[in-house]
């Protein structure tokens, strides 16, 4: 959805270079006015506002961010009154004008907190002030929040499929019922450093208590009292670090011919979701698919139009499945389908719709002539490891082709 933000700033050339970097770099629209002063009918409907901050703005500025819009200050002063008028105002950033690098700092201020609502920060701490006060924080910052008020409570919040995922974690040290420390070392049996930051907050000026910390699997250290410039800049850093890995991980694990997850990601996910399974008992099934006739389709029409029909098979495999399962390429003409939360009964009325559909949906070859393109699957539940279910699965695929193909089989009609 198309962003739009607003300038006001009187100053000579740095609004036309900010509007400018903006809309090229983001997809954004942006409007630039000199004059607070100019009434704006629509005032309220902006993501975010860049505003020069001076006594002109300040009616503005205290509007705004009291309606708790996200609000970025412009200034060309780092004196320490500024800064503390700045972190006093509760804006969400600020931009020195007169640096020659601004419309890069801008741009990648702009990006953060537009990304930022994607997000979800839990805080962790048995201080129901220190909740409020990093609550209020994250807000500035465009991120949403959950709150615990101990170690436990935010354990099972993060084990409980339905709930929104997390992103990131802050969590105090001292809490009862379960402390901070404990807290760092359930959660990383399950999420490895790069996937779940975990941020430790403390009064502690203890190092070794410090170092423990990190080595059982914290991300950074956050000594309290903080300065709030310090623990954004340092929840800023965790976030891209996670962003960056996301991406590298993203490249790793997908399939470059058809777009979909690939077998490395399939062992990743899939280990995950059987060991939520074995937790807490929710269903999870597996569904092996082989596109019947495939090597004749190659053979016949040549490899282009072979790879034209995975692209198209993945296309309907991610169309006829439900918002939570997951399509993974497992290789060749294989594919696999995660489906959580989901027994064997239902996995089974999931992908025999999904197989009517696809017999009945027509491929085009490159001469416009119809292609009817087929699939076998098979669909199991039975836990056990992972590799032990795919092999299920794959034996319940198999007697679906040797019973006429274009068909499902599943452990229940063995």
């Known amino acids: 959805m198309l962003k739009n933000i607003l300038i006001i700033d009187d100053s000579f050339s740095y609004p036309s270079l900010l509007k400018n970097k903006l809309e090229t770099n983001l997809n954004v629209n942006c409007q630039l006015i000199n004059d607070a002063d100019v009434t704006l009918n629509n005032i309220d409907d902006y993501s975010i506002y860049f505003i020069r901050l001076n006594d002109k703005n300040k009616h503005l500025i205290d509007k705004l961010i009291d309606d708790e819009k996200i609000v970025v200050l412009l200034t060309d002063y780092d004196d320490i009154e500024t800064r503390k008028e700045i972190q006093i105002s509760g804006a969400s950033d600020y931009i020195l004008t007169h640096k020659t690098s601004t419309g890069d700092v801008a741009l990648t201020i702009a990006r953060r907190l537009i990304n930022n609502i994607k997000l979800t920060i839990m805080i962790v701490d048995d201080s129901p002030l220190i909740l409020s006060t990093l609550a209020i924080i994250l807000e500035t910052q465009n991120l949403n929040y959950i709150k615990c008020k101990n170690g436990q409570e935010a354990w099972d919040y993060i084990n409980n499929p339905d709930t929104t995922t997390i992103d990131l974690i802050i969590t105090d040290y001292e809490m009862p019922i379960m402390d901070g420390y404990e807290l760092i070392k359930l959660v990383r049996t399950t999420f490895p450093l790069e996937e779940l930051p975990i941020l430790v907050l403390s009064g502690t000026e203890d190092t070794s208590i410090i170092a423990r910390f990190l080595k059982n699997g914290a991300n950074d250290y956050i000594p309290k009292p903080f300065i709030n410039e310090e623990f954004i800049a340092r929840i800023s850093n965790s ?55 495939f090597k004749s389709i190659n053979d016949t029409y040549g490899h282009d139009t072979g790879d034209r029909a995975l692209k198209y098979m993945a296309n ?94 599943t452990q229940e009609l063995d």
């Open 316 to 409: 309907s495999l991610k169309n006829n499945i439900r918002e939570s399962d997951i399509v993974i390429r497992f290789g060749g003409e294989e594919f696999i389908i995660l489906l959580p939360n989901c027994p064997v009964n239902e996995a089974y009325k999931v992908i025999n719709n999904m197989t009517k559909n696809i017999a009945n949906s027509v491929f085009y070859l490159d001469n416009g002539d119809e292609l009817q393109i087929t699939i076998s699957s098979g669909v199991t539940s039975k836990l056990g490891s992972l590799d032990s279910m795919v092999m299920e699965a794959d034996k319940y695929m198999y007697i679906a082709k040797q019973s006429g193909k274009n068909q499902v089989y």
């Open 239 to 293: 976030l891209n670090i996670l962003e960056m890995f996301k991406k590298i991980r993203n490249m790793a694990m997908t399939d470059h011919l058809t777009g979909l997850h690939n077998r490395a990601y399939f062992y990743q996910a899939g280990e995950q979701l059987l060991a939520i399974e074995k937790r807490s008992y929710i269903p999870l099934s597996i569904c092996m698919i082989d596109i019947d006739n």
